[in-house]
């Protein structure tokens, strides 16, 4: 089986627990993240994941509880499997 992709995308003030409380929902789903890379300009926090999806069929599902943590936590995370956010940043 060929591993699928994601792109997890946080974006929002910075504040106390959002890597944790990200990487806690992806753990508990099972989902491994590749890669990770996180900034932080004045008080805006921006980070990007690519996370292995392969064994996930109900991509939905997590995109629901990563919408709760964002509502919670006050930021915009985005859930996009790797080929739809390749061709919508295709230049």
């Given amino acids: 089986m060929e591993n699928r992709r994601a792109v997890v995308s946080v ?3 910075d504040q106390v627990g959002i ?5 806690t929902v992806l753990s508990e789903k099972q989902i ?6 996180q ?21 939905d599902s997590v995109r629901q509880t990563l919408n709760e943590i964002g509502e919670n936590l006050g930021v ?3 859930l996009q499997l790797e080929e739809v956010f390749q061709a919508m940043h295709r230049i």
């Avoid at 491994?32 to 890379?37: A, Q, S």
Wanted: proline content about 0%; hydrophobic content about 55%.
């Fill in 32 to 37: 491994n993240v590749l890669d990770i890379n």
């Fill in 76 to 78: 915009k995370i985005n």
């Fill in 19 to 23: 890597i944790a409380k990200v990487t």
């Fill in 11 to 13: 974006l929002g003030k």
């Fill in 39 to 59: 900034t932080i300009v004045e008080d805006f926090f921006t980070m990007m994941m690519i996370v292995d999806v392969t064994q996930i069929e109900d991509l």
